[in-house]
């Protein structure tokens, strides 16, 4: 797809979520927090939803998971200029507590969208609960991080790599080395150089469906 055409694109999908009403959190949120970053990137970072200060802000991953994800982005030589961020869910819901599957149901589809008009060749996942509903599997992620795998999303064959959520890192400082572990391959993968995920490996597609994630006790954040 031509750039321009893409950029064009992902403004409208932008301007239709701002308006959104389809669920419950339209009526506590300050705003829409879509996405940032490359719409022609070539990784994608997903998130699970926004919390205080990307609502106020507008934008994900600020305040000090956003800086350590920064951090992250250097180490191997990128930044936010040159990927794209978003989250599964656009609005803050109430107390940062887990999306419920009505809400999961109503806002995907912004992020496969997402995924449709950027055509990402990697998207990384952030933490549990993007992991699961994006793999389509109920494997936690201190059992999947690091290992990428070959699966559809937005109508197409992605990489889906998952890895521990930023935050997860600043509560327990010794997860920051396996971080800086899984994200060191993310350049390889980049480059076309995946371990796992051969040419040949049927791609698995991840089910675009609520169903996906049941729902969860109420929680701060969904990291592990």
């Not at 600020?62 to 800086?67: P, S, T």
């Not at 149901?105 to 990384?124: G, K």
């Amino acid at each position: 797809m031509d750039p321009a055409e893409r950029r064009a694109r992902l403004d409208a999908l932008q301007q239709e979520a701002a308006g959104c009403t389809r669920c419950r959190l339209a009526e506590g949120r300050t705003q829409v927090v879509f996405g940032v970053g490359d719409p022609n990137a070539d990784l994608m970072f997903v998130g699970e939803a926004p919390g205080f200060h990307e609502d106020k802000q507008g934008f994900p991953f600020v305040g000090q998971a956003g800086r350590l994800l920064d951090r992250l982005l250097e180490g191997i030589g990128l930044s936010r200029a040159e990927v794209y961020i978003a989250n599964v869910i656009k609005c803050r819901p109430p107390g940062n507590r887990d999306p419920v599957p009505d809400e999961i149901e109503a806002c995907e589809p912004y992020l496969f969208r997402q995924i449709e008009l950027i055509e990402p060749r990697v998207v990384a996942t952030l933490g549990n609960f993007a992991t699961k509903l994006l793999s389509g599997k109920q494997l936690g992620i201190t059992r999947v991080h690091g290992q990428e795998q070959a699966v559809t999303l937005g109508g197409r064959q992605v990489l889906l790599y998952p890895l521990y959520h930023p935050a997860a890192a600043l509560y327990t400082p010794s997860m920051l080395a396996v971080l800086e572990e899984d994200f060191a391959r993310l350049p390889a993968l980049l480059g076309g150089e995946a371990g796992s995920a051969s040419p040949d490996t049927e791609p698995e597609p991840a089910p675009e469906l609520v169903a996906a994630v049941p729902a969860e006790p109420a929680v701060q954040l969904d990291l592990f």
